[in-house]
């Protein structure tokens, strides 16, 4: 198996574009998430989707924020606009359940500059 | 708000001696991960202990979980430099949402 796989790996853009990256989970798994790191606040939940259905976007920074799951095999999270606050290591997990072992993606590492 | 707190926040070694790190949370839990993170990749799960479990082991892997304190340790063993990453408790919650959550980390630097 090929693992999370996401896209782009690496990312830098200007204040105000959209950016919006992608994630493709382990067949099979039902549960997706997606994660912000950064140095201050360390690994944040953003949103999870379990059977392609938003559970809980409690974390979503603002509305600028959104994420979809238009299958079970792929996910996008898309910054518009975007600021450069913005800027972290955006991760995609998935798991074959919510509360079990996630599989972790590279990352997405965004600058916004 | 953080469920998990790891402690210490960074631990340097040498080569070959125990590495421990903990974890304190707030809440009753299910169950409690480990996961591994090396600079510029994803975490890795390392380690699964459920609520009414006491200890477990997985290879030079160590975990403890004292419920009544609520607290966790995991232990490295005979440590390699290439245990050099960051390690993190995440936990899921009892009554509460699906979802796990991760403490900041403790980044561990075994030293050759």
């Known amino acids: 198996d090929a693992g999370v796989i996401q896209s782009p790996r690496h990312e830098v853009t200007e204040m105000g574009q959209e950016v919006t990256l992608r994630c493709k989970p382990i067949?099979?798994?039902?549960?997706l998430f997606w994660y912000r790191q950064t140095m201050m606040r360390g690994l944040e939940l953003l949103i999870y989707?379990?059977?392609?259905?938003?559970?809980?976007d409690s974390g979503m920074p603002e509305d600028r924020f959104s994420a979809k799951m238009p299958n079970a095999s792929f996910s996008t999270l898309k910054i518009q606009p975007s600021e450069p606050r913005d800027s972290a290591v955006y991760f995609c997990?998935?798991?074959?359940?919510?509360?079990?072992?996630?599989?972790f993606g590279p990352g997405t590492r965004l600058l916004v500059l | 708000s953080q469920q998990g707190e790891e402690d210490p926040q960074a631990l340097s070694i040498q080569e070959g001696e125990n590495a421990t790190m903990n974890c304190s949370y707030k809440?009753?839990?299910?169950?409690l991960q480990w996961y591994r993170q090396n600079s510029g990749r994803g975490l890795v799960h390392l380690i699964l202990?459920?609520?009414?479990?006491r200890e477990k082991h997985s290879g030079r892997l160590r975990v403890t979980l004292d419920t009544s304190k609520k607290s966790s340790s995991l232990l490295i063993t005979a440590s390699r430099a290439a245990d050099t990453a960051s390690y993190f408790c995440?936990?899921?919650?009892?009554?509460?949402?699906?979802?796990?959550?991760f403490g900041k980390g403790t980044k561990l630097t075994v030293n050759p």
């Open positions: 997990a998935s798991s074959f359940r919510v509360q079990e072992t996630q599989y």
């Open positions: 202990i459920r609520s009414n479990e």
């Open positions: 989707f379990n059977n392609n259905v938003p559970i809980d």
């Open positions: 809440t009753s839990i299910n169950n």
């Open positions: 067949s099979g798994h039902n549960s």
């Open positions: 995440a936990t899921e919650t009892q009554g509460g949402s699906e979802k796990l959550v």
